[in-house]
């Protein structure tokens, strides 16, 4: 491995505070080298940058909005286990008319009806008011 790139995730770790203890000598002393010292300024300032990188501001209500859509989603509920020989037949004529349905809201979907709505359209745009 190319021992100045040891060096940096060394110096790397230091400035993260998870540098085993083993690797402290090493890390220190690449300190003293201009490569070192310009490792720690540049991860200094990589970590700074990212602290300091604002979350973005939710549009006002969006948590009372995002409660009330999902006040109104249904629960999920279990699947029902019982009676599955029977069901397996009716699955089958089932699949079938599924299949058919689907295909229609397929099509639609490639129509440029597969525009998000409900939940969907608040978490796919949480800044918009």
Do not use: C
């Not at 003293?32 to 979350?55: F, N, S, V």
């Not at 029902?80 to 639609?108: F, G, K, T, V, Y």
């Amino acid at each position: 491995m190319d021992t100045n790139k040891k060096l940096r995730e060394h110096i790397s770790a230091l400035v993260d505070g998870e540098l085993p203890e083993a690797d402290a000598e090493l890390a220190f002393a690449a300190l003293h080298e201009t490569d070192g010292k310009q490792a720690w300024d540049l991860y200094h300032l990589i970590k700074d940058t990212l602290r300091a990188t604002p979350a973005p501001d939710l549009s006002p209500g969006f948590a009372e909005r995002l409660a009330a859509r999902l006040a109104l989603e249904p629960a999920p509920q279990p699947p029902d286990r019982s009676d599955r020989s029977s069901n397996s037949s009716s699955n089958s004529s089932s699949n079938s008319s599924s299949n058919s349905s689907s295909n229609s809201n397929s099509s639609a979907s490639s129509n440029g009806a597969n525009a998000p709505s409900g939940l969907a359209a608040i978490l796919a745009n949480p800044g918009a008011s």
